[in-house]
């Protein structure tokens, strides 16, 4: 665990937004934030429950790759039935992509423009159901574009964020700053200047909520 803030979105020379990526400080605002992967089944499971659990919380796209390393075939089943484990006791749905456990990169500079134009929670939880609920490609414009629908988010300004690879630079900021503070699974809460990752980590940061 450490103390948390999130940079606020700056404009480059160029008008493009700079970097999101997360800051270590001594102290963070009393808003939480959630870190999440579309392509992380266990972030979904998180993304179904977190705001019944915290509020206004600020949503915030990182890649897993950095943080957990590539996924093993044998890896990967395990993930499957934990998380299926999981969502069983979640009373919640959950299916597999045929691309799982493969990154979705345009998805994920969908959603990191979708987060700058305050939409983040809606459009993650409209993918991460499209994905784990509908088994959908959600690098796939098609699919992107119904997300984008479903998530009242400008489709064509989504389809063009999805193709902006230099949005890349930023998730991977963000990863390499959870990873080189001793995180290392996701999803990741944080909240009043400490960090709890994994799904676990909802319910200790719940707890230390409640305590304070």
């Known amino acids: 665990m450490g103390a948390l803030t999130t940079a606020a979105v700056r404009l480059?020379?160029?008008?493009?937004?700079a970097a999101r990526s997360v800051e270590v400080a001594e102290q963070s605002?009393?808003?939480?934030?959630f870190f999440f992967d579309l392509a992380c089944p266990f972030s979904y499971l998180a993304a179904e429950r977190v705001e019944r659990m915290f509020g206004d919380i600020e949503w915030i796209p990182?890649?897993?790759e950095p943080l957990t390393g590539s996924v093993s075939e044998e890896e990967r089943d395990a993930i499957v039935m934990r998380a299926a484990t999981m969502a069983q006791a979640?009373?919640?749905p959950i299916v597999w992509p045929d691309n799982f456990p493969a990154a979705v990169p345009r998805a994920?500079?969908?959603?990191?423009y979708a987060a700058e134009i305050g939409a983040g929670a809606r459009f993650?939880?409209?993918a991460?159901?499209?994905?784990?609920?509908?088994?959908?490609?959600?690098?796939?414009?098609?699919?992107?574009?119904d997300v984008a629908a479903a998530a009242n988010v400008p489709v064509k300004e989504c389809l063009a964020a999805a193709s902006e690879d230099w949005r890349d630079e930023e998730l991977q900021e963000t990863a390499s700053s959870l990873s080189t503070h001793g995180i290392s699974e996701?999803?990741?809460?944080?909240?009043?200047g400490r960090w709890f990752d994994g799904v676990g980590g909802l319910i200790e940061a719940a707890a230390w909520l409640r305590r304070g």
Not at 29 to 33: A, E, N, T
Not at 128 to 145: E, I, N, Q, W
């Open 62 to 64: 990182v890649p897993s």
């Open 128 to 145: 991460s159901r499209m994905a784990f609920c509908g088994a959908f490609d959600l690098d796939k414009p098609s699919v992107l574009a």
């Open 12 to 17: 480059e020379e160029d008008g493009r937004p």
């Open 124 to 126: 993650a939880l409209a």
């Open 186 to 192: 996701l999803p990741v809460v944080g909240v009043q």
């Open 29 to 33: 605002g009393d808003r939480p934030v």
């Open 90 to 92: 979640a009373r919640l």
């Open 108 to 112: 994920m500079r969908a959603a990191l």
